[in-house]
């Protein structure tokens, strides 16, 4: 491991905040492709001679899940802090929100880590991406009551997670490093 020629924790949790605000940016355009390219292809596979049962079934499962767990976070978080209810007019951006202020956060935890040890930096900050979506998807959110457990959910749905939070570090990564290398250098 190369050793650090110069450590400043503030422009490291600067630049890692900066970072996970784009990155959230990125993840979310990332999920609403994924989420089109799936549209898709149920289309595809619809026109193709699929059922009609495989088509309710689908469309069951995805009206189950309609509610993402920011929202329900953001719904948590007007009922019990502010004691108010949310409007549903305002449930999206609220959960919005709550994704962005969370991926700022993280960002800014993930550039104080990478300014102490070189080694979070490890496969442009994918190893950061695993973890955070195997603590906060796969655990910390259904155990708060915020998504059913992850037993609950196809592969295929964890395999989307992981992809997404993998965009998100490493879009976190690159635009910490850039922002270390150039704009908050020394």
Not at 16 to 42: D, H, N, P, T
Request: proline share 4%; aromatic share 10%.
């Amino acid at each position: 491991m190369r050793r650090k020629a110069y450590c400043s924790p503030a422009k490291g949790i600067a630049a890692g905040m900066i970072g996970g605000l784009f990155a959230s940016w990125v993840m979310s355009e990332f999920q609403a492709g994924m989420a089109r390219a799936a549209s898709k292809l149920k289309q595809q596979r619809a026109d193709g001679g699929w059922s009609v049962e495989l088509a309710r079934r689908e469309a069951e499962q995805s009206s189950e899940s309609s509610e993402p767990a920011t929202v329900k976070v953001a719904v948590a978080i007007a009922e019990n802090v502010f004691h108010q209810e949310l409007p549903d007019d305002y449930k999206q951006r609220a959960g919005d929100l709550v994704h962005y202020v969370f991926g700022v956060a993280t960002g800014g935890l993930y550039g104080l880590a990478a300014e102490l040890s070189p080694a979070v930096e490890t496969a442009s900050g994918a190893l950061f991406g695993a973890a955070l979506w195997l603590v906060s998807d796969e655990t910390m959110v259904p155990l708060l009551g915020f998504s059913k457990g992850p037993r609950e959910y196809p592969v295929s749905a964890h395999v989307s997670a992981l992809a997404a939070h993998l965009v998100y570090a490493i879009a976190t990564e690159t635009t910490r490093r850039f922002l270390r290398q150039g704009y908050l250098a020394r």
